[in-house]
């Protein structure tokens, strides 16, 4: 399964020559590019450019019509969501998808499902090895609460949590996964200024702590320029620049796709 | 008339309590019953949103097979295990060939293919065991004969054996799947689909795995009604018109609620018991087969989401 992990600096994952269309309407065009292990990769492009329907394509819930995708050196053809779960790929969403009826605590602990492996007949019991098991998943799970600074809320059902937070548990669902691409989908969409402030620090400190590669979309340019080490700018469903923050924000095409030509 | 209607039904309780105890014991066993059934709609419809209609005629298939089998010969246990690897083969056959290629369709769509399920098994059990209706093999499967005459209450109230081993069947198995949807990763992963399918992918749930699973518990659900219903009449495909008294339990206790389930079957199967025997005689009797409906239309005007149900808010 992992074809020696590639290390940091490496591509971890790359797309090639990705096609993309719903009936006649082109989400992507030709879209290629590469995000390299340990580095936060920024997705960028004016609404309806096709961001989100690029991590649909990344984490297996569109399957693009053309073009390949690499990932820890492994090209694959078709993939559903929940392999590239097992994989290492997590994600969260533009519109919060949370479990709406669970606590804090139970929706991280969802994260950790996939990890979970001792048979169901020793789960019903709630014993020797299960035990264990539960024990050390939610011990993990309190880690990240805690990294995320939400501990106050842990048996709140999350349906009344406000936007911020739900933002934040979601990363935290994430994060429970232990994942080694995580893809971000506007992480700081909606959130006041000393959200993003607190949103961008726990994006670094996730790549410092947990060692974690980061895909993400962003509408918040400031926020894109100051996080991401490298910027990939789409602009009708096609790759149109490439490049560092100050690369990219120099590009002529990207000012004409975000001002409109004729400035 | 009013004193006909409000207050001689009561005296009647008051000065014959056994024979009021027999009726609550009448009630509870078909609200057990009628609990069954709702339970199998709400497993499947939280899981994946669909109304299965085909939950009705999956009680006859089940009930059905284990008799067909043993006719031809099997033992009775090995019958049962046998209908529960074909309710098993069902599950993973329906996940397949209808519900794989209409993820994502619009409920309506999935609602009409259980229509399709429905016909598909019907004919597929009446080529196979035939039309005519079959006695269930209760003595066979160990289940008791005859019943306990109690003294209480200054008179006598009879229990019949195969009642109490329903109730108590029926109990068992809704504390089994309690206790598995509550503590297993399985049981979770349930929870998780049912609240959010997209969400749910994202932490590497399958869903078809899932779908699999509701189906085929609904299944074995569906086999235990359909044992213990047809210990009471016969099995028959006239049985699976008793899914249809499933939809007032549904609409009291909620779409989504297996406790919902399990309390709307008790208030209509006693309910209905009540009314047929205080109120009954004043409209000429016969009022068990609509009472139901009409409490249930009491409660999609003032709670359309059941006691249970999740509160529906749209925004606009």
Partial sequence: ?263 | MLYQVFVDPFVQMADMPDLLVQVLWEGTVAGVLYALIALGFVLIFKASGVFNFAQGIMVVFAALTLVGLHENGVPAPLALVLTVGVMYALAWSIERVVLRPLVNQPDIILFMATFGITYLIIGLGEFIFGGRPKAMITGELFLPRGAIDVQMLGGRVTFQKLDIAAAVIAGLMVAALAVFFQRTRIGRALRAVADSHKAALSVGISLNQIWVIVWFTAGLVALVTGIMWGARSDVSFGLQIIALKALPVLILGGFTSVPGAIVGGLIIGIGEKMGEFYWGPLVGSGIESWLAYLIALAFLLFRPQGLFGDKIIERI
């Fill in chain 1, 1 to 263: 399964m992992s074809a020696a992990a590639p290390r940091p600096g490496e591509a971890l994952l790359s797309v090639d020559g990705i096609s993309l269309a719903f009936g006649g309407v082109k989400a992507l065009t030709d879209v290629s590019f590469d995000v390299r292990k340990g580095e936060i990769r920024a997705i960028i492009g004016p609404n309806g450019a096709g961001k989100s329907s690029m991590l649909n394509c990344i984490n297996g819930f569109y399957q693009p019509q053309q073009g390949r995708i690499t990932y820890r050196g492994v090209e694959r053809r078709q993939m559903r969501p929940h392999e590239a779960a097992e994989q290492g790929i997590a994600r969260t969403f533009q519109n919060i998808a949370l479990f709406r009826g669970m606590s804090t605590l139970d929706n991280i602990m969802t994260g950790r499902l996939l990890k979970m492996k001792v048979p169901f007949f020793w789960q019903v019991w709630r014993h020797g090895p299960a035990m264990r098991e539960e024990i050390e998943h939610r011990r993990f799970v309190e880690g990240v609460i805690e990294f995320l600074e939400i501990e106050h809320i842990r048996k709140t059902p999350v349906g009344r949590l406000p936007y911020g937070l739900q933002k934040r548990v979601e990363l935290g669902r994430a994060l429970a996964m232990q994942p080694e691409l995580l893809l971000l989908d506007e992480p700081m969409a909606g959130m006041n200024l000393e959200e993003k402030e607190d949103m961008c620090r726990f994006i670094l400190d996730v790549v410092r702590q947990y060692g974690t590669t980061i895909a993400l979309i962003e509408h918040d340019m400031g926020v894109v320029m100051d996080l991401s080490d490298r910027v990939v700018v789409l602009d009708y469903g096609r790759k149109i620049a490439d490049g560092t923050p100050a690369e990219v924000k120099a590009d002529r095409r990207v000012i004409d796709a975000y001002l409109g030509v004729g400035h």
